[in-house]
């Protein structure tokens, strides 16, 4: 057995407490570790660290961590932790990964991994020329629903794949009815705090296109504030400067048109919070978070249009629902390949620079909505 030490920074909002403390680090440990190439179990020794040490302490209670800290620049001058973890909020992100990688820890992050292309770059290389193994968390390539799609990809079962549509977001409340509070934090809906669907989403669509399409070259994007005013924390309302939608397109390098919705003012009719339709010579495919479903081209009907009469064809049948085996949550699955980099040096892709691409598409998407023009991605 060999122990790895991770300080885990900013984990005490949701995101940070759910997946990547419980259904993470903590079900690695649970596990007894990640196995190494060796036969060596590895296993994570976490500290909480951040601001608020009454926060710091429920948390460390209520799921038995034993440590926790709000004294930073301490904990990185431990030599017993090699991993910096960072899930704060995005406009303090940056600062912390300095910190880190000038304490020589290697260090792994939420994206996006900074607000502004040129501060992700920057950390990126500061990481690099440190020698240090570096990660941005890009979790969606491990949801059980795309899994299902690379193996039907793998598989040939969609030719030539034509086009993607991706539906992304639902209502967040505004918080002016008290009996429905906001779900999402009012600095989400800021710019001047780093606020934006944009900033938030083609992060992600960045990388899910590049992985599962082909590497995107140029991007179209029309952005929105459909809601001027939301409540904030304290229950005062506040101005929103950010977007909360973008409708974009994205063009490919192998030719496949990507057309992504992005929203935080609509409501759900469809299979999922994110679904994709993928669209191929010899079959589609509808791609959800956790489920895909596939129709082959044999089992395609032939509609006639007729607005008259209720159409006759049941349009959700001879859908398929495939199968993508045994996953784990996308989340750990992610930290244990990054757990295998550190520790033995096996490969892994997802860096820094990976995740400043994603920073690098979003200010280009907000370039596009302020020319009104295409706008050719570097």
Same mark, same amino acid.
């Given at each position: 057995?060999?122990?790895?030490?991770?300080?885990?920074?900013?984990?005490?909002?949701?995101?940070?407490?759910?997946?990547?403390?419980?259904?993470?680090?903590?079900?690695?440990?649970?596990?007894?570790?990640? +196995? @190494?190439?060796? !036969?060596?179990?590895?296993?994570?020794?976490?500290?909480?660290?951040?601001?608020?040490?009454? $926060?710091? $302490?429920?948390?460390?209670? =209520?799921?038995?961590?034993?440590?926790?800290? *709000?004294?930073?620049?301490?904990?990185?001058?431990?030599?017993?932790? +090699?991993?910096?973890?960072?899930?704060? !909020?995005?406009?303090?992100?940056?600062?912390?990964? +300095?910190?880190?990688?000038?304490?020589? &820890? /290697?260090?792994?992050? =939420?994206?996006?991994?900074? *607000?502004?292309?040129?501060?992700?770059?920057?950390?990126?290389?500061?990481?690099?020329?440190?020698?240090? $193994?570096?990660?941005?968390?890009?979790?969606?390539?491990?949801?059980?629903?795309?899994?299902?799609?690379?193996?039907?990809?793998?598989? !040939?079962?969609?030719?030539?794949?034509?086009?993607?549509?991706?539906?992304?977001?639902?209502?967040?409340? *505004?918080?002016?009815?008290?009996?429905?509070?906001?779900?999402?934090?009012?600095? %989400?809906?800021?710019?001047?705090?780093?606020?934006?669907?944009?900033?938030?989403?083609?992060?992600?669509?960045?990388?899910?296109?590049?992985?599962?399409?082909?590497?995107?070259?140029?991007?179209? *994007?029309?952005?929105?504030?459909?809601?001027? +005013?939301?409540?904030?924390?304290?229950?005062?309302?506040?101005?929103?400067?950010?977007?909360?939608?973008?409708?974009?397109?994205?063009?490919? &390098?192998?030719?496949?048109?990507?057309?992504? %919705?992005?929203?935080?003012?609509?409501?759900?009719?469809?299979?999922?919070? @994110?679904?994709?339709?993928?669209?191929?010579?010899?079959?589609?495919?509808?791609?959800?978070?956790?489920?895909?479903?596939?129709?082959?081209? #044999?089992?395609?009907?032939?509609?006639?249009? %007729?607005?008259?009469?209720? %159409?006759?064809?049941?349009?959700?049948?001879?859908?398929?629902?495939?199968?993508?085996?045994?996953?784990?949550?996308?989340?750990?699955?992610?930290?244990? @390949?990054? @757990?295998?980099?550190?520790? #033995?040096?096996?490969?892994?892709?997802?860096?820094?620079?990976? !995740?400043? &691409?994603?920073?690098?598409?979003?200010?280009?998407?907000?370039?596009? /909505?302020?020319?009104?023009?295409?706008?050719?991605?570097?």
């Amino acid at each position: 057995m060999k122990t790895i030490g991770i300080i885990m920074n900013g984990v005490t909002g949701r995101m940070g407490t759910n997946q990547h403390l419980v259904r993470s680090i903590l079900a690695i440990r649970e596990q007894g570790g990640v +196995e @190494l190439s060796d !036969g060596t179990m590895l296993m994570p020794d976490p500290i909480l660290t951040g601001r608020n040490e009454a $926060k710091l $302490k429920a948390l460390a209670e =209520e799921h038995g961590v034993e440590k926790y800290t *709000t004294d930073i620049d301490g904990v990185l001058a431990d030599d017993q932790y +090699e991993i910096f973890f960072d899930a704060s !909020g995005t406009p303090y992100r940056v600062p912390f990964l +300095e910190k880190a990688i000038a304490a020589g &820890k /290697h260090v792994y992050c =939420e994206k996006p991994i900074a *607000t502004s292309y040129a501060d992700s770059i920057k950390v990126a290389e500061l990481a690099e020329a440190a020698g240090l $193994k570096n990660g941005t968390v890009q979790d969606k390539l491990w949801l059980p629903g795309i899994l299902a799609f690379q193996k039907l990809k793998e598989e !040939g079962f969609f030719g030539e794949i034509l086009s993607v549509r991706g539906e992304f977001g639902y209502w967040v409340f *505004t918080g002016h009815d008290t009996a429905q509070p906001a779900q999402r934090p009012s600095w %989400n809906y800021r710019s001047e705090d780093g606020g934006g669907i944009i900033i938030d989403m083609h992060c992600h669509w960045r990388y899910v296109i590049d992985n599962l399409f082909g590497e995107i070259t140029d991007v179209f *994007t029309h952005a929105t504030t459909h809601l001027p +005013e939301r409540i904030d924390e304290e229950g005062k309302p506040y101005k929103c400067t950010a977007d909360d939608a973008a409708y974009a397109l994205f063009k490919t &390098k192998t030719g496949v048109i990507c057309q992504f %919705n992005s929203s935080w003012d609509t409501r759900v009719r469809r299979d999922d919070l @994110l679904t994709m339709q993928v669209d191929g010579t010899k079959g589609s495919a509808i791609v959800g978070l956790r489920k895909c479903w596939a129709q082959s081209a #044999e089992k395609t009907p032939r509609p006639v249009w %007729n607005p008259d009469v209720d %159409n006759p064809i049941d349009f959700y049948a001879g859908w398929d629902v495939i199968d993508p085996g045994e996953c784990e949550n996308a989340f750990k699955a992610q930290w244990e @390949l990054y @757990l295998k980099h550190v520790a #033995e040096d096996a490969e892994f892709r997802w860096t820094l620079r990976e !995740g400043a &691409k994603g920073v690098r598409l979003a200010e280009q998407s907000l370039e596009s /909505h302020a020319t009104g023009a295409w706008v050719s991605v570097g």
